[in-house]
Each structure stands twice: as C-alpha cells, then as structure tokens.
C-alpha cells in the first residue's frame, strides 16, 4: 500500500496514509471516521511508538503523528498495542485525535519538533531489543510468509549465537 490509495471494502473505503517513523513502512488505515495508526501512538497515557528500529526515524514519526493529529478530532483511533503503563491494569485499544492531542503524554499539542525528537531518541537509547524480535524479522521480511519446510516437514527460523 502506498500514500493516497484506496481500497474498497463493501460500501467503505480504506484510505491509506504512509506514516513512517517507527519503521519506514508504517501506515495508518483511515476507515469512515475510524484510524487505525498500527504502531505511530499509542493510548494517551502511554505516548508513542519507540523510533529505534532499522529505518526508523523520530523526525519522522513526529511528523507522521502530526499529520495523524490534524484529522478531524472525533475521530476514532486504534492503536497497534497497549502495554498497560503503570497505574493501568485494563486494556485499552481506542482512543480519540481529541483525546490525543490533549492528553498524550509524549505529544500532545504543543510538543516541538525539537523537544519530541530528543524525548523519543533519549528513551529508545534505554529501551532493549524486544523479545521476540529475531523471529518476528525472519517472518517479517518475507511479508509473513514462514520459511520453507524442511525435509521432516518442519520449519525453522535462524537464531544467531553471537548477536543481541
Ligand atoms: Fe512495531
């Protein structure tokens, strides 16, 4: 998918929005008044996505979140995960552009460029490599198609021993 298409889905359409940052293949799904931003923001207690990754950008991310933010503010939004901040045990999966551009801790309105950039790089220099991130690149890159079977009839993903 690329900015600017449009997929139709029964009387609907899925209009996409390139929002690069987290990775430089991020999209946002914009269905009649709902966003889905995948990984861009998550709940407003939360903030945003971490920007650390191959090809990721905080320039970037902040510039895609704004143009997420200037949709009209009753919007809908779902966020790609919730990892429950502390003081939360329930989880959360919609939200608002209002809501967001009030409350989200990491870029409400207001929050620059510079400020939001130097936020996002200094809390992705702490954050480790996720856990299942060796195997989730191995499926990833090949768009989720799993690697060839083996003769027994079993499939493996590679783990290197002297990485991460
Ligand atoms: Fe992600």
């Known amino acids: 998918m690329s900015e600017g298409d449009a997929l139709p889905l029964g009387k609907l359409e899925i209009r996409v929005l390139h ?24 709940m407003p207690d939360y903030g945003t996505a971490r920007s650390d990754f191959p090809g990721g950008s905080a320039e970037a991310l902040y510039a895609s979140i704004r143009r997420i933010l200037a949709l009209p503010p009753e919007t809908r939004m779902f966020v790609g995960h919730d990892y429950l901040p502390e003081g939360r045990n329930t989880f959360r999966w919609e ?13 409400h309105a ?29 499926v990833n890159i090949r768009a989720g198609a799993l690697p060839p079977a083996s003769p027994g009839g079993r499939r493996y993903l590679k783990l290197p021993l002297n990485a991460i």
Not at 21 to 26: K, S
Not at 98 to 106: F, G, L
């Open 110 to 138: 207001g929050v620059t460029a510079e400020d939001f950039v130097a936020m996002r790089k200094a809390r992705d220099a702490q954050l480790e490599a996720p856990l299942l991130i060796l195997p989730s690149l191995q």
């Open 19 to 42: 929002t690069p940052g987290h990775t430089p293949a991020c999209v946002t799904y914009l269905i009649g008044d709902a966003a889905f931003v995948g990984d861009t923001l998550f």
């Open 95 to 107: 939200t608002s552009v209002a809501e967001q551009n009030s409350d989200n801790v990491h870029i």
